[in-house]
């Protein structure tokens, strides 16, 4: 029998997380769920056959309890299920900003902890997902955290002083390309292309580039060059992106991530 896992709270990441699970082969009966809402835990035993459970049943059934409600949820929560806990279990939690020093406070002493920052990608197994240890825990907690983030894409470790930058770069990174993306839509709409003839070029293009980015593991700036012929169209284009300081924006947007995850943080504490 695979090792239990119990998920907290089901919505967006939550459910992202379940449904990677079982894509990647665990058994569904070596899964849980704590959900507390009674129609979103029907719509969840029904789509995935998941069994839905009081928190509090699920944290003493589980070997591993993965936490991913709200961060201003998260004081309550881990104190509900504080008391079900046993020493060996592992605490995983998906909230960003939450430290893992937080959670220890609310938790049995010497449970072992991860925090994981994840990103949406997660949704179609091309996820993102960093992962920072906590004081109580061992190479086997942290490869068991690994593999369960692993269902859904690639997981890097790092240390918990990084993982404001992470939450700023890839937490919250989709958001941005996105940003880009209907900002390029808009611009073919303009020069009048048809939007679902503008949407297809861009969607494409953003796939593609990841794609070459990826397989050839050129650097950016090597791939953009060869786009980029003297005199062209393209450094035409990349010019106005220097004017409007568009690479400067990018740097004080992500400084602003930054701070606001720490500044979340602190709130929490
Ligand atoms: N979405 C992202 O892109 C993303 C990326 C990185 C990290 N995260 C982290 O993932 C966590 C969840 O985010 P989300 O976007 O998935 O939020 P969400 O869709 O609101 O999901 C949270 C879920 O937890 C449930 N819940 C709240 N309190 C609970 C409790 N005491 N017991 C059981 N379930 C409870 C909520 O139910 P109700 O709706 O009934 O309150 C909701 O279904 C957050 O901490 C966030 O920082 C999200």
């Known amino acids: 029998m695979a090792a239990q896992v119990a998920i907290l709270g ?26 507390k809402r009674r129609e979103r835990a029907a719509e969840l035993e ?29 004081g309550e929560l881990l104190s509900e299920i504080a008391p079900s806990l046993r020493q060996g279990q592992l605490v995983v939690s998906l909230a960003a900003g ?6 220890e406070s609310h938790l049995p ?3 072992a902890v991860v925090r994981v920052m994840p990103n949406t ?22 490869a068991e955290a690994e593999s369960l983030m ?14 404001d ?25 303009h020069l ?3 939007r679902t003839t503008a949407s297809e070029l861009v969607v494409q293009t953003v796939v593609g580039s990841a794609k070459l980015l990826r397989e050839t593991g050129e650097h950016p700036t090597v791939l953009r060059e060869q786009v980029t012929s003297p005199g062209g169209t393209t450094a035409a284009a990349i010019r106005q992106l220097e004017d409007h300081k568009v690479r400067a924006a990018f740097l004080t947007a992500m400084e602003a991530a930054r701070d606001r995850s720490r500044a979340l943080a602190e709130g929490a504490l």
């Open 109 to 111: 002493e010497g449970i």
């Open 121 to 142: 990608p997660a949704l179609v197994d091309e996820g993102m997902a960093a992962l920072s240890r906590g004081s109580h825990c061992d190479e086997e907690h942290l």
């Open 192 to 194: 009048g292309l048809p």
């Open 10 to 35: 089901a919505g967006v990441m939550g459910e992202t997380l379940l449904s990677g699970l079982i894509r990647a082969g665990r058994p569904v009966e070596s899964l849980l769920v704590g959900e």
């Open 46 to 74: 029904q789509r995935y056959g998941v069994e839905v459970v009081p928190n509090r049943d699920a944290a003493s059934r589980a070997d591993t309890v993965v936490v991913v409600v709200k961060p201003q949820d998260m």
């Open 98 to 103: 939450i430290t893992t020093a937080f959670i």
């Open 165 to 189: 930058a992470v939450t700023a770069i890839s937490g919250s990174g989709p958001a941005y390309l996105f940003f880009v993306v209907e900002a390029m839509i808009e611009a073919g709409v």
């Open 150 to 163: 692993a269902s859904t894409g690639r997981v890097i470790r790092v240390p918990e002083r990084q993982q």
